[in-house]
Antibody
């Protein structure tokens, strides 16, 4: 079955850029239909859908984060990535990469284990 | 954005009992609702999609119902592994949003 694994720095300084990568195994980011997505979870905001990239390269972002977010895909490495600029303490959260599957109502049917990213100087 | 309100915040029950969890939407979302289960230290797991369809491998004791603004997740007879936090999530309008969760704890 599909497996996802987040990687990246766990500590980011305020005003800097958070950059995470999700490596997908037993599945292809370039296969049709799926939305490769990022979701974060914090005690304050709960679960928050950040955005997704479709296999065509089309992206869609949460309006609350749109000005600071980029999601890209590297088909050669079977990875997709998240960049969030100008971070503050409010961006401290567990970040999950997930597969949103339109065959199950575009719900997130596969999740990575999550990575805790702390924003602090 | 669409706000989802879950109730109760905490449900204290014993194994074998029936659990009924509610999720209310701030506007009608048809049946575009999913339910997830999350255990401590783990990622959420998809249980139900489109209000009433069980995801692959989900036991039949989990069922979902509702449409419009009112939804219910029912666990017919709680097993020890069912004590966890449950979240609803809508996909009717972008961005997808989640409820605040209901914790099902051992009484």
């Amino acid at each position: 079955q599909v497996q996802l694994q987040e990687s990246g720095p766990r500590l980011v300084k305020p005003s800097e850029t958070l950059a995470l990568t999700c490596t997908v195994s037993s599945g292809s980011v370039s296969s049709g239909s799926y939305y490769w997505s990022w979701i974060r979870q914090s005690p304050v905001k709960g679960l928050e859908w950040i955005g997704h990239i479709y296999y065509t390269g089309d992206t869609k972002f949460n309006p609350s984060l749109k000005s600071r977010v980029t999601i890209s895909v590297d088909t050669s490495q079977n990875q997709f990535s998240l960049r969030l600029t100008s971070v503050t303490a409010a961006d401290t959260a567990v970040y999950y990469c997930v597969r949103a599957n339109p065959f199950v109502g575009t719900a997130a049917d596969y999740w990575g284990r999550g990575i805790l990213v702390t924003v602090s100087s | 954005e669409i706000v989802l309100t879950q109730s109760p915040a905490t449900l204290s029950l014993s194994p074998g009992e029936r659990a009924t969890l509610s999720c209310g939407a701030s506007q009608a979302i048809n049946t575009y609702l999913a339910w997830y289960q999350q255990k401590p230290g783990q990622a959420p797991r998809l249980l139900i999609y489109d209000a009433s369809n069980r995801a692959t491998g989900i036991p039949a004791r989990f069922s979902g119902s509702g449409s419009g603004t009112d939804f219910t997740l029912t666990i017919s007879s709680l097993e020890p592994e069912d004590f966890a936090v449950y979240y609803c999530q809508q996909r009717s309008r972008w961005p997808p949003t989640f409820g605040g969760g209901t914790k099902v704890e051992v009484k």
